[in-house]
């Protein structure tokens, strides 16, 4: 049986769809052989799994011992140095300050904090139990990374799709090539990633929309609170930006529960988790405040990104990176700012940011339209490294026509896989957009795509499993019935 594509995501029953299948091609069968057969689909199941898992871990231990003990700038990773750099310092009793001047514009022994606060505290952490190895601090990035990030992806699938999507979601995670690459980087990317990914398989079980439906006891209800707020937590302090999605995200539990029963089974994980969020911003406030002598809620680095990227010397044509001929984004920092500390200096970029919009707004919307070449780019450039040409072509260059048709078979058409935004799915097209939107508005660059990647390998999962269907659909109605049920049986579906 080809099951409906509804059947697959949102409705009753859809975490069993794929052994629904397999019962199907069994019809007729005697219950022992039914159930040895049920049980062979789970262990198949289970050993892709974990092949998938041992290979994702494999490619991400080779990717640590190719960038080796050392901290190079390698095309898209400038910002290992900085937090190398910033985690001795802090191991050294300096705390979070440089020695010497620093991008942007941090002085010599002055407070910073553009970085993650949490991502330092990580790596320091690290290297005071294993010495100043980036190494080690590689490798541990590369296993955590390597087993959690596709079994997200795994858990996403199911959720939103079936069984057999999760799968092939979980397994283009484990190969994707710019995941390698950025696993053992010693940046935020990849931990980011993983928090923004278990947010959204939290929310999606707070809403009742996963495969455990309800939420329970108030012992599960507070854990699953918990959790969305310590990913939330997790994926603020690695990178601020997700606030912006923060409410999307709860207005779609709501929204996803609507015209269910138990609102305090809603009410109460939703507030949990804003409760452990806002429990953990205010003291990082406070610190920041007491060290800049302002307020500064996270980073001090929105106001920066801002400003250069809607600087006029883009002229109507976003520039991702800056020709070195043309000027350095030291330069394009007015000389009468010097004098202002970190956290006033990108206050004042943010306001002059925003002026650069007021000015011309045609200009900004010329800006935020050419950004999308930027941060959608898939095929090689000339003015890209070797190394930055192999890992795009190998990952989003193969990959995005299977993106794109999950993405759009999951909402169009009489076969869609979905019962609209209230959906797992739904809730993963809101974060493509919202999230691409906020970059193509401020500043892109393929690097801060890759969120957006990972969830769209979960629809990229999804167009394989619905080529297959389709294909043994296909398959079927040129083979006789007995043959058929027979391949059917042999391929356990």
């Not at 799968?167 to 390698?180: H, Q």
């Not at 002026?355 to 800006?367: E, N």
């Not at 490294?385 to 048709?405: D, E, I, K, T, Y």
């Not at 609209?420 to 690097?447: K, N, Q």
Request: net charge positive; hydrophobic share 50%.
């Amino acid at each position: 049986m080809i099951p409906s594509v509804r059947e697959g995501a949102g409705e009753p029953g859809h975490d069993r769809v794929d052994s629904q299948d397999t019962e199907d091609a069994l019809e007729g069968a005697p219950v022992p052989e039914r159930r040895l057969a049920m049980r062979a689909h789970s262990g198949k199941a289970l050993a892709w799994l974990i092949v998938i898992l041992a290979l994702s871990v494999s490619l991400r231990i080779g990717a640590a011992f190719f960038l080796g003990n050392t901290v190079g700038e390698l095309p898209g990773t400038a910002d290992q140095l900085s937090y190398h750099a910033l985690a001795l310092r802090l191991l050294g009793g300096k705390g979070f300050s440089f020695g010497e001047p620093w991008w942007p514009a941090t002085r010599a022994e002055a407070p910073t904090a553009h970085w993650s606060f949490l991502y330092t505290v990580f790596l320091s952490g690290l290297y005071a139990l294993a010495g100043s190895a980036p190494l080690v601090a590689r490798l541990v990035q590369a296993i955590v990374v390597g087993l959690v990030q596709p079994l997200l992806a795994l858990r996403l699938g199911i959720d939103a799709f079936g069984k057999r999507a999760g799968v092939i979601a979980a397994a283009l995670t484990a190969v994707y090539a710019y995941f390698i690459y950025y696993a053992p980087v010693l940046m935020t990317e990849s931990f980011y990633i993983c928090a923004v990914l278990g947010s959204l398989a939290l929310a999606i079980w707070i809403a009742g929309r996963g495969k455990a439906r309800d939420s329970g006891t108030r012992l599960t209800r507070a854990t699953l609170g918990l959790g969305l707020g310590l990913s939330l937590v997790t994926a603020v302090l690695l990178r601020q930006v997700y606030l912006l999605f923060v409410p999307f995200l709860v207005a779609w539990i709501i929204f996803a529960r609507r015209g269910r029963r138990s609102g305090g089974a809603l009410l109460a994980p939703v507030l949990l988790s804003l409760a452990v969020l806002g429990a953990t911003i205010a003291p990082i406030t406070a610190f920041n405040t007491a060290r800049f002598g302002t307020p500064v809620l996270l980073n001090t680095n929105a106001g920066f990104a801002f400003f250069w990227a809607n600087h006029p010397i883009h002229g109507y044509q976003f520039n991702p990176i800056l020709p070195t001929d043309l000027a350095s984004y030291g330069d394009l920092i007015p000389a009468e700012l010097s004098e202002l500390n970190e956290a006033e200096l990108d206050r004042e970029l943010l306001r002059r940011g925003m002026q650069f919009v007021l000015d011309d707004p045609l200009r900004y919307a010329s800006l935020s339209v050419t950004r999308v070449p930027a941060y959608f780019m898939f095929w090689p450039s000339p003015e890209s490294s070797l190394v930055s040409n192999l890992a795009r072509m190998a990952s989003f260059g193969l990959l995005w026509p299977l993106m794109l048709f999950g993405l759009l078979s999951a909402f169009i058409g009489s076969g869609r896989q979905t019962d609209g935004l209230a959906s797992p799915a739904g809730l993963l097209a809101l974060f493509v957009l919202v999230y691409s939107s906020i970059h193509l508005l401020t500043w892109a660059l393929v690097r801060y795509r890759l969120p957006v990647d990972a969830v769209l390998l979960v629809f990229a999962g999804a167009g394989v499993d619905l080529l297959a269907r389709k294909w043994i659909q296909w398959r079927a109605g040129r083979r006789p019935a007995g043959v058929d049920r027979a391949a059917s049986v042999e391929m356990g579906t």
